[in-house]
């Protein structure tokens, strides 16, 4: 019951996101974001091996998103 009213409260108009929360929603999104690209090249989904350009620059995002997520961690429960 507690988990469904909050559920609720954050559909509602005076819902705002924290810094803290948004600092781990891009943590988990760079972190699972890297940890797809890797399993794509450890699966051998494409016929080429090895990381490529493509590759390179997504999982340089990834991380940039991930570290950004950390930074924001520390700042609160302030309004984003």
């Known amino acids: 019951m507690k988990l469904l ?7 509602s108009k005076d819902f705002t996101i924290s810094k803290r929360q948004l600092g781990i929603m891009l943590l ?5 974001g890297a940890i797809g ?12 091996g090895g990381i ?6 997504a999982l340089a995002i990834m991380v940039v998103i991930a570290v950004i997520g ?11």
Do not use: R, V, Y
């Open 5 to 11: 009213s909050k559920l609720l409260f954050m559909l």
């Open 52 to 57: 490529g350009p493509a590759q390179m620059f």
């Open 70 to 80: 950390l930074t924001l961690i520390p700042l609160g429960d302030t309004p984003a």
């Open 28 to 32: 988990i999104t760079g972190i699972l």
């Open 37 to 48: 690209i890797l399993a794509i090249d450890i699966l051998n989904a494409g016929q080429q």
